[in-house]
């Protein structure tokens, strides 16, 4: 019971990293199961990068589009650091990963959009809220409610964002993706279950399908329309 209340918050940031980067959590996403200050490490690794980047607050530029929805610079360039954190990029220079990541997600709000079920803000609230409580709630075991406590202000600290920023600018965002994709997940299971592997979106055909070990459904990139009305980024993803 102890070990398990110990990595709470860690498996709660790993959770949102992993989710940034790909749907699937495998041998190859960098986590260890059983390494808790290897894992540890590794995220706090992806923070600074992102730190670094100072993309949480730069002004945005739209680099493209999914339907009407913009794609926008940060995105990918956050997701590339994810991806390249996890050991999930090709090549130093692969974009390509990293920007399909992003149609994805934006393909998601589509599907959700079109089946008038996107996340509202109060679930990425309550979410959230509940959240703080698992945090901040205390246990039998004190020490490790201090450690965890310790690990998030460190987590938060390396992203150089506040308290405040964290939940209030940072985390909303994440929280909403992940929310997002679980209802994705559960709307095309039950597609799945009634023999159907396609889905009409803005009167087109989207494909889907089952992974291997039933765990994932996966949306078929190529069925995923998009234009890019940025030089640099069609560049560079011509180049991956």
Do not use: C
Request: charged letters at 30%.
């Amino acid at each position: 019971m102890k070990t398990k209340r110990k990595a709470i918050i860690l498996t709660m940031i790993l959770i949102f990293l992993i989710t940034a980067a790909s749907y699937a959590i495998n041998v190859e996403s960098g986590f260890s199961n059983t390494d808790y200050n290897a894992n540890m490490q590794l995220a706090l690794g992806i923070a600074e990068n992102i730190k670094d980047s100072g993309l949480i607050f730069e002004e945005d530029k739209v680099i493209g589009y999914v339907n009407d929805l913009p794609i926008y610079r940060s995105e990918v360039e956050l997701r590339k650091i994810f991806m390249d954190g996890m050991n999930k990029s090709v090549s130093p220079d692969d974009y390509r990963t990293a920007f399909n990541k992003v149609l994805i997600e934006k393909q998601e709000l589509l599907i959700l959009e079109e089946y008038d079920a996107l996340v509202t803000e109060e679930e990425i609230d309550q979410f959230n809220d509940y959240q703080k409580e698992i945090l901040y709630s205390n246990t039998d075991y004190p020490k490790d409610d201090e450690e965890q406590i310790a690990f998030h202000k460190e987590y938060v600290s390396a992203l150089g964002l506040t308290e405040e920023e964290y939940w209030d600018v940072y985390k909303p965002t994440e929280t909403s993706r992940h929310l997002t994709h679980l209802r994705v997940q559960e709307l095309l299971r039950a597609e799945l279950s009634k023999e159907n592997d396609q889905l009409l979106v803005n009167n087109k055909n989207l494909q889907f399908e089952l992974t291997s070990d039933e765990s994932q459904i996966i949306i078929d990139i190529d069925s995923i329309e998009y234009t890019i009305t940025d030089e640099h980024y069609s560049n560079l993803l011509k180049d991956n």
